[in-house]
């Protein structure tokens, strides 16, 4: 059994570069291959094309088991109309996503406005809801899905966003999301095998310089994402979009 992931996107909200957050992961036992998109940038199927190309020909949208929101900033959710739209029309099925019920309160006003009408054959104008399109699974400390036990807690940040601890195949990947820097979300973070942590500027985002100062072991098992395009961490591994990560 192995648990590893493909960082599809490393950016931030203003990356011209790179796409913004997004991680594909797997849980593989054998020729079963089970997998989580974390968060969801558009374009999401070129995200997906672009990221897997050397390391998972083929994944594509209904390779995954389920969506995993961590906060509706455009950076990280701004391809759920895509997702949404790509699982009804091309799948013929509704989209599984897991999130926090305080994102999840917010989802159909954020997507209501370009997908709460659909025109039918006749071309009369339909009422649309979140229901036909998503299948929402909320919960607030931790869900299981197939093979995955996907723990949150909430963070330090603009509008309300979640971390993850992601468990499978008896290894652990955290993730922070966006986030201040938080010592107590840290610290639950850091009990994971591997943690892709952010790095950026402002009150709702965690400086460099603070996870620069931790000591090397901990350093050693941090990952960067959603950094600046033109930044250039010295002491800790920035993710590379398209490059699998073992945890
Ligand atoms: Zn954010």
């Given at each position: 059994?192995?648990?590893s992931f493909i960082a599809l996107g490393t950016g931030?909200?203003?990356s011209?570069?790179r796409y913004g957050a997004c991680l594909a992961v797997e849980?593989?036992?054998?020729?079963?291959?089970?997998w989580l998109l974390i968060d969801c940038p558009h374009p999401i199927r070129k995200l997906l094309h672009e990221g897997s190309r050397e390391v998972a020909p083929?994944l594509d949208v209904?390779s995954f088991?389920?969506l995993v929101?961590?906060?509706?900033?455009?950076d990280h959710?701004s391809g759920?109309?895509g997702w949404?739209?790509?699982?009804?029309?091309?799948?013929?099925?509704?989209?599984?996503?897991?999130?926090?019920?305080?994102?999840?309160?917010?989802?159909?006003?954020?997507?209501?406005?370009?997908?709460?009408?659909?025109?039918?054959?006749?071309?009369?104008?339909?009422?649309?809801?979140?229901?036909?399109?998503?299948?929402?699974?909320?919960?607030?400390?931790?869900?299981?899905?197939?093979?995955?036990?996907?723990?949150?807690?909430?963070?330090?940040?603009?509008?309300?966003?979640?971390?993850?601890?992601?468990?499978?195949?008896?290894?652990?990947?955290?993730y922070?999301?966006?986030?201040?820097?938080?010592?107590?979300?840290?610290?639950?973070?850091?009990?994971?095998?591997?943690?892709v942590?952010?790095?950026?500027?402002?009150?709702?985002?965690?400086?460099?310089?603070?996870?620069?100062?931790?000591?090397?072991?901990?350093?050693?098992?941090?990952r960067?994402i959603a950094?600046?395009?033109?930044?250039?961490?010295?002491?800790?591994?920035?993710l590379r979009e398209g490059a699998r990560v073992?945890?």
């Amino acid at each position: 059994m192995t648990l590893s992931f493909i960082a599809l996107g490393t950016g931030d909200a203003f990356s011209a570069k790179r796409y913004g957050a997004c991680l594909a992961v797997e849980h593989r036992e054998g020729d079963t291959s089970r997998w989580l998109l974390i968060d969801c940038p558009h374009p999401i199927r070129k995200l997906l094309h672009e990221g897997s190309r050397e390391v998972a020909p083929g994944l594509d949208v209904g390779s995954f088991d389920a969506l995993v929101l961590t906060h509706l900033h455009a950076d990280h959710a701004s391809g759920l109309e895509g997702w949404g739209f790509f699982h009804r029309f091309a799948l013929q099925k509704k989209a599984t996503l897991l999130a926090h019920p305080s994102v999840a309160r917010d989802l159909w006003t954020h997507l209501q406005p370009s997908m709460g009408w659909l025109l039918d054959a006749r071309r009369e104008p339909v009422a649309m809801t979140e229901e036909d399109y998503f299948d929402v699974r909320t919960f607030v400390d931790e869900i299981e899905l197939g093979p995955f036990r996907i723990e949150a807690r909430t963070t330090w940040h603009h509008i309300p966003t979640i971390a993850l601890c992601i468990h499978a195949g008896g290894r652990c990947l955290g993730y922070s999301a966006d986030t201040a820097f938080d010592p107590a979300l840290f610290e639950w973070l850091a009990a994971s095998d591997l943690l892709v942590h952010e790095a950026n500027l402002g009150p709702a985002h965690t400086p460099y310089a603070t996870l620069a100062a931790l000591p090397a072991d901990v350093r050693a098992k941090i990952r960067l994402i959603a950094f600046p395009d033109d930044f250039v961490p010295d002491a800790i591994e920035p993710l590379r979009e398209g490059a699998r990560v073992e945890v």
